[in-house]
C-alpha cells in the first residue's frame, strides 16, 4: 500500500532481485501478471510510467554512477522528464540531506567509499520522487548506525512513498510493516517479525543463525 515500508529477505538464490526487477518491469512473469500501481508490467505501453513511479537501486554502485561531480549526479535524468532546472537543484540538497551525504555535494564519487556510493545512488533516485522505491540490498555497504539514519529519513521525509528493502539482515528490517520471505522463488512467509518469528521456519533459521554470528 501507499506509504508502507515493505522488506523481503531470504537465503541466497531465494529470488530477492528477480522479484525487485518484476517491480519496475526490468524483467517481465512469465506466467501470471505483475501490477504495478494498477499498470500490468508485461505490456510495452506502460513501461515508462512503471519506471517512473517505481525507482530502484541496486548493490553495485559502480555500474551506477554517471557524472564527475556528485551533485551532478545526483542531477542527472529529470531534465529529460520536463523537471524545471531551479526544482532538480532544490531536490538536489533535500535528497542529498536525507542520506547524509551533503558534505559531499562536490566531490568526485570516484573517490567515494562504498557505503557513500550506494547513498549517492539513493539520493539520485529520491531525486526523482517515485511511488516506489526499492532497494536491492543498496545498504550492504552501510553502517548500522548510517542505515537506521536513512531509514528514519525515508519515513519522515518521504511519507507517502512506498519504501520495498532487500536486506541481508534482520536487523535493518524488524519495524517494517510487513516482511516477505522468499525461499526458492516462492513465498515462505509474510507478515511482521514477530509473527514470522513464531510462524515462519525459514525467518526463524535466518534469525537464529545471524543472532549466533553476532553473538
Known amino acids: 500500500e501507499e506509504g508502507q515500508f515493505i522488506a523481503v529477505l531470504g537465503h541466497n538464490g531465494s529470488g530477492k532481485s528477480t522479484f525487485a526487477k518484476h517491480l519496475n518491469a526490468l524483467l517481465t512473469p512469465s506466467e501470471g501478471t505483475v501490477w504495478v500501481d494498477g499498470k500490468d508490467t508485461a505490456k510495452d505501453e506502460n513501461i515508462l510510467d512503471i519506471r517512473k513511479e517505481a525507482g530502484m537501486i541496486f548493490q553495485n554502485t559502480d555500474n551506477q554512477i554517471v557524472a564527475g561531480v556528485v551533485e551532478e549526479d545526483v542531477a542527472f535524468g529529470p531534465e529529460n522528464i520536463g523537471v524545471p532546472t531551479e526544482e532538480i537543484w532544490e531536490r538536489v540538497g533535500h535528497s542529498l540531506e536525507a542520506v547524509g551525504m551533503t558534505a559531499y555535494r562536490y566531490h568526485s564519487p570516484n573517490r567515494l567509499s562504498g557505503g557513500q556510493k550506494q547513498r549517492l545512488c539513493i539520493a539520485r533516485a529520491l531525486l ?88
Not at 511511488?131 to 521525509?157: F, G
Not at 522468499?182 to 533459521?205: I, M, S, W
Open 128 to 215: 526523482k520522487c517515485p511511488k516506489i522505491l526499492i532497494l536491492d540490498d543498496s545498504t550492504s555497504a552501510v553502517d548500522t548506525a548510517t542505515e537506521r539514519a536513512i531509514r528514519e529519513a525515508l519515513h519522515s521525509e518521504y511519507k507517502d512513498m512506498t519504501k520495498i528493502i532487500i536486506a541481508q539482515r534482520i536487523r535493518s528490517v524488524m519495524d517494517a510493516d510487513e516482511i516477505l520471505v522468499l525461499d526458492n522463488g516462492k513465498t515462505a512467509g509474510f507478515g511482521t517479525h514477530e509473527q514470522l518469528l513464531a510462524d515462519c521456519p525459514v525467518y526463524r533459521e535466518i534469525y537464529d543463525v545471524q543472532n549466533g554470528r553476532e553473538e
